[in-house]
């Protein structure tokens, strides 16, 4: 059984940065890819980035792209979503998700492991 715990969000001016962490429980995070996805209030979950197994690929969602920074730390079982030039429009509860193999991808139905999820509230 696998475990993911999130955390770092908050709330924080436009223009501001957050940095969220997910915690991953068990022996074999390093031999997963992991992703960060995201739900507004009346959206759907959406993509925002991920990383491979290894941490040397990453992608993102255009719509972070140059603003966001995922990494991963395999020795701490650890992945990170660096979050800067905030918009309001990135307002949403963040999910990180286990991937069920070692690439990048923003298809949400591969992701088979989810944490519970932070909330993150960029104020205009």
């Known amino acids: 059984q696998v475990q993911l715990v999130e955390s770092g969000g908050g709330l924080v001016q436009a223009g501001g940065s957050l940095r969220l962490s997910c915690a991953a429980s068990?022996?074999?995070?390093?031999?997963?890819?992991m992703g960060w996805f995201r739900q507004a209030p009346g959206k759907e979950r959406e993509f925002v980035a991920a990383i491979s197994a290894s941490g040397v690929t990453t992608a993102y969602a255009d719509s972070v792209k140059g603003r966001f920074a995922i990494s991963r730390v395999n020795a701490k079982n650890t992945m990170y979503l660096q979050m800067n030039s905030l918009k309001p429009e990135d307002t949403a509860v963040y999910y990180c998700?286990?991937?069920?193999?070692?690439?990048?991808?923003?298809?949400?139905?591969?992701?088979?492991?989810w944490g519970q999820g932070t909330q993150v509230t960029v104020s205009s």
């Open positions: 068990g022996r074999t995070f390093s031999s997963y890819a």
């Open positions: 998700a286990r991937r069920d193999g070692v690439t990048t991808t923003p298809t949400i139905h591969t992701y088979d492991y």
